[in-house]
């Protein structure tokens, strides 16, 4: 049984909470918020501590907290030589402080207060300074994760930026398509199907397989078309990048 | 019973003909293609035909060609007064000729011929000239698919344009995800969750409700981080380009 302490009461701090409180290898010792009432709904009181000297020994401390104050929490933690981690996707493993042993615990996925997440399909990229400490973290991820993956601080980077545009960005086109929907009085249901099939190929397929539309075929008729209906610049300059780009990787295949 | 025929042998042809092989409300006549061979794998040989002349009558004629084709192939019908619809996205109702009565038959999907897809769930844009063609289109529309709407030439216009930001720059924002990764010795299995997670949250959410990350939060260190990590130029554009598009629907709201 791992004994385990969370520190920050975020989102993702809420969501390992709610995830690790299902396992059964997983103890949740005691959880770190400066306000005990932001964990009240999901941990007994006596367990959430408002001070750091008020916590106890565990054999694995996640810090959940935002990833500028990450060093100066972990410098501030009131003990040695404990396996320490943060939760941080850009976030290197050396901004912990080097009191202790360091590690990252990083749950690739994006969480929102108003939709419940299914852990056991969230991808965790772990790392750690050396092989015991590698075990504890890959026995508590397994805990709530069917997926997990050992990724170093550079490939982290990586990750990140590449998420930001297949998450971050590709939200944002959908919000581009209700925009364009709404201003011409069609409702966005229509396009919903859509979008759940753009991403369900991707199961199957590689992102360059599954390309279709006119960028792809290079059918300038339909392209222009489009330019010449979409009336706000910055969805028109969008369009222009986005078409261009389809059409010059297409040149390298 | 509608008597329908289906003139072409692409990929929407060839959806159109599996899905209705399976619908008891609609009986496929007969279907056109320049090459028999095209469709043999889908209709007994005699129902193929690859003369005009040789079409029988039907209540209903698909015409599902690429968009430049579809006036010369509705003027090349030897009949008058049926019902001859297109399948186009982005072609208005009045490019088929006026001998016949016209409409329009879109299913909003894309179709790669690698994949199957489930027609049952694919929005299905109607469109006619009078409430009599209508009911035919839509009794064959609703045979194939629980998701049939009523759109005008005008607005299918601007579904199109949506659907192209919702799938095919969402597709390649998966495509460049990729190539970070694989620039970057990461497995984009890793990824995968992700992208059907982004598309999920859309089926409850609305995007503006459902956009995370750091051009969100106007995080400009993690902003920064990211351009200088991505060494393609034409993928630091598009970053750019998106991190301020969010910023600035971010103020209008």
Same sequence: chains 1, 2.
Wanted: net charge negative.
């Amino acid at each position: 049984m791992i004994q385990l302490t969370i520190i920050g009461s975020g989102n993702v701090a809420q969501h390992l909470i709610k995830a690790f409180s299902t396992s059964s290898l997983v103890e949740i010792v005691q959880a770190f918020s400066r306000k005990k009432e932001a964990l009240i709904h999901l941990l007994e009181p006596e367990k959430i501590v408002t001070e750091f000297s008020a916590l106890k020994k565990s054999d694995l401390y996640i810090i959940s907290v935002s990833d500028n104050a990450i060093p100066e929490v972990s410098s501030q933690l009131p003990f040695e030589n404990q396996l320490v981690v943060h939760t941080s996707g850009t976030t290197s493993i050396d901004v912990l402080d080097s009191k202790n042993r360091k590690g990252v615990f990083y749950p690739l996925q994006t969480f929102s207060k108003n939709k419940a997440v299914d852990f056991s399909v969230i991808p965790i990229c772990l790392e750690s300074e050396n092989e015991e400490d590698y075990e504890i973290l890959e026995t508590a991820a397994k805990s709530i994760s069917n997926a997990v993956f050992s990724i170093s601080s550079e490939q982290r980077k990586a990750l990140h930026v590449a998420a930001v545009f297949v998450n971050n960005f590709t939200n944002h086109l959908y919000q581009i398509g209700q925009e364009i929907c709404e201003e011409h009085q069609v409702p966005f249901e229509v396009l919903r199907p859509l979008i759940q099939e753009t991403a369900e190929k991707i199961k199957t397929l590689d992102p360059v397989d599954a390309q279709t539309g006119p960028a792809k075929r290079h059918d300038s008729v339909t392209t222009n078309a489009h330019l010449d209906f979409i009336t706000n610049e910055n969805q028109k300059n969008i369009y222009k990048i986005l078409t261009q780009s389809i059409q010059d990787n297409g040149k390298k295949l």
